[in-house]
């Protein structure tokens, strides 16, 4: 089946730096997602891309779907203490079913004060 | 404020009793999912629902879960009998196939602990 490596595992920051992390698959995706989650939350949905290059923002947030269909990127710009989480990249194959969503294993993010 | 609720939040249990966990999903959505997460395996599809049929339970071990629909505002997932490996926390999302938006909207979650 699908394999999603997502990286980096984790990362420590200082308050007001950039971020990125990403993701890639073994194979193709029609779909990308990213979800952040907090502790004792469920995730939530930050940004989905359905087009191969597209770039989409939310606020600080930018996500690219690779050219390839195989890898999306997600970056935050001027990190800020509430961006700590765990964040999750999703991807849909072509041939799937609406279910058939492939979730990587999460990159938790610590931002420093 | 539309959203995905869970019952119970927390659940501690001892091995061999029978667990149910409750799922309202959002009014109007067509679409239920449950997941599991812990930390060895990430976020698991178990099994997912569409008008309340069931789809697609191929990630669900079969002897001792089960899921059902009652109606259209609730979800159950059962455990029975729990086991020690079965500790992790349980999601409902749902979602709305053909909206403007269809990906799933995650509940906050049911941590099962088995003991």
């Known amino acids: 089946g699908q394999q999603l490596n997502q990286s980096p595992q984790s990362m420590f920051i200082q308050e007001g730096e950039d971020v990125s992390m990403n993701c890639t698959s073994s194979?193709?995706?029609?779909?990308w997602l990213w979800y952040k989650q907090d502790p004792g939350e469920g995730p939530v949905l930050l940004i989905a891309?359905?087009?191969?290059?597209e770039l989409t923002s939310n606020g600080r947030l930018t996500a690219q779907f690779g050219i390839t269909r195989k890898d999306s990127f997600l970056n935050i710009s001027a990190s800020i203490p509430s961006d700590v989480g765990i964040y999750f990249c999703?991807?849909?194959?072509?041939?799937?079913?609406?279910?058939?969503?492939?979730f990587g294993i999460g990159t938790k993010l610590q931002v420093i004060p | 404020d539309a959203r995905v609720t869970q019952t119970p939040r927390h659940k501690v249990t001892e091995m061999g009793q029978e667990v149910t966990m409750r799922c309202q999903p959002i009014?109007?959505?067509?679409?239920v999912f449950w997941y599991r997460q812990t930390m060895m395996q990430g976020l698991e599809l178990l099994a997912y629902?569409?008008?309340?049929?069931?789809?697609?339970d191929s990630g669900m071990p079969k002897d001792r879960f089960s899921a059902e629909m009652p109606d259209a505002t609730l979800a159950t997932l059962k455990i029975q009998p729990s086991e020690p490996r079965d500790s992790a926390v349980y999601f409902c999302?749902?979602?709305?196939?053909?909206?403007?938006?269809?990906?799933?909207?995650f509940g906050q979650g049911t941590r099962l602990t088995v003991v």
């Open positions: 999302a749902s979602g709305l196939v053909g909206g403007a938006l269809s990906e799933a909207f």
């Open positions: 194979s193709i995706f029609n779909t």
């Open positions: 891309l359905y087009k191969a290059g």
């Open positions: 999703a991807g849909r194959p072509n041939s799937g079913g609406y279910q058939k969503v492939t």
């Open positions: 009014l109007g959505h067509n679409t």
């Open positions: 629902f569409r008008n309340r049929a069931p789809l697609d």
